[in-house]
């Protein structure tokens, strides 16, 4: 009966130690893996801020029909008062990369 308890203790840490070696899933969306990493980032005039309230959130590379296709940045309002955005990006995971989105916090 101990044999047995030992062997599921050892299994639950090797599902926990694979498990940690994965990206987080934000919110149900699942990840895209590329396996080329994004082009450079590009400079974006800012346009002029629609109110005092608004915050920039910068313009990122997404992945669409197997290429990196420019989002524009954008004003936005946050949702609630003192969130700040906490930007996306892209990052590395073995030889591959996946899209970090970025939150309001």
Request: proline content about 10%; glycine content about 8%.
């Amino acid at each position: 009966m101990r044999y047995r308890s030992l062997r599921y203790v050892a299994a639950i840490c090797v599902i926990g130690g694979l498990a940690a070696c994965v990206p987080p899933r934000r919110l149900g969306i699942d990840v895209v893996y590329v396996d080329r990493a994004p082009p450079p980032r590009r400079v974006e005039v800012v346009p002029a801020r629609p109110g005092p309230e608004f915050v920039w959130i910068e313009g990122h590379w997404a992945w669409a029909n197997n290429d990196y296709a420019w989002h524009q940045g954008r004003w936005e309002r946050p949702p609630r008062r003192h969130a700040h955005w906490v930007r996306g990006r892209w990052r590395k995971h073995g030889h591959e990369w996946y899209w970090e989105p970025g939150h309001w916090k």
